[in-house]
């Protein structure tokens, strides 16, 4: 554990080997978020995004559950119910519509454990990582429209470019459930596996990524998500401009060392 990691209610962080580690901890609730337990999440990743040590992060849910949501239940319990208006468009910007964009711009690796329900905001975190690693217990849920409300925290963009938007409207305006067997054969998943082991595979794929070469993985992963959206004219250039950067880094000369001595690499991360 490292003071610059702090937990907070409802999240359990830790820096070990290159992996940061943020596990949601609130298993009575399903790991719902709060105001805290985000905050606390956004603060983790705002500091790894300038920690030279972070090579990978890992994210899981205590207990049975991923992540329920978020708990609106909670946050309105002393207001009568009733937000005042204007509520959720003034704390969205600081809050889930800062986190996602954080996971996807992160310029390490994010590796997802889903264990049971991955609902709501639970739903996006895992879209917007970079692998999902999920047990057979995990159900994937997109609720909104079966609470008379529209998608936030970047579901229609990120639900869109994972399935295609046939397959989000049926996730988004149907509400249709999916469980890990249908969300790999989808494209959400990287690995289904047997119950209580999404933790401990989801871990190793982070620690194998964590040994990688952070620099061009971090470089790599900017370019694919950027591809979608770019013309092939933009992203020639753009790949050319990262492949100018990763050849200057040192694990470009161990990687190409290991190749001419016929041995596996061992990177650094710089």
């Given amino acids: 554990m490292y003071s610059e990691y702090p937990a907070v209610d409802g999240l359990v962080t830790g820096l070990s080997e290159g992996v940061l580690s943020l596990r949601l901890d609130d ?12 905050r606390g999440v956004i603060d983790a990743l705002e500091l790894a995004q300038n920690d030279e040590r972070v090579r990978a992060v890992l994210l899981s849910g205590e207990g049975r559950d991923f992540c329920s949501g978020f708990d609106i239940v909670s946050r309105n319990a002393g207001s ?33 454990a889903v264990t049971g329900y991955a609902v709501g905001i639970g739903f996006q975190l895992a879209l917007a990582a970079d692998f999902v690693v999920a047990d057979t217990t995990a159900t994937f849920w997109q609720p909104f429209i079966t609470r008379g409300m529209t998608p936030d925290s970047g579901a ?3 639900t869109a470019r994972a399935v295609g ?7 988004l305006m149907l509400g249709e459930r999916l469980d890990a067997a249908t969300a790999s054969a989808w494209g959400i998943v990287h690995e289904v596996v047997e119950p209580g082991r999404a933790g401990e595979v989801a871990g190793e794929l982070a620690a194998r990524l964590a040994a990688g070469p ?12 950027q591809a979608a959206d770019a013309a092939l004219a ?30 596996e690499p061992k990177f650094t991360g710089r």
Avoid: Y
Avoid at 27 to 38: C, G, I
């Fill in 27 to 38: 298993p009575r609730r399903r790991n719902a978020l709060n105001d805290r337990s985000m």
């Fill in 80 to 112: 009568g119910g009733r937000p005042r208006p204007g509520a959720i468009q003034r704390r969205l910007p600081s809050q889930a519509h800062r986190l996602i964009p954080q996971l996807c711009e992160l310029q390490v690796p994010v590796v997802c």
């Fill in 156 to 158: 229609t963009w990120l």
């Fill in 165 to 171: 938007p046939l397959r989000a409207r049926r996730l």
């Fill in 214 to 225: 952070t620099v061009a993985l971090g470089l790599t992963k900017a370019l694919i998500n």
């Fill in 234 to 263: 933009e992203q020639l250039p753009a790949e050319a401009f990262a492949l100018e950067i990763s050849s200057r880094s040192q694990d470009f000369r161990e990687g190409l060392g290991a190749f001419v001595d016929k041995r």
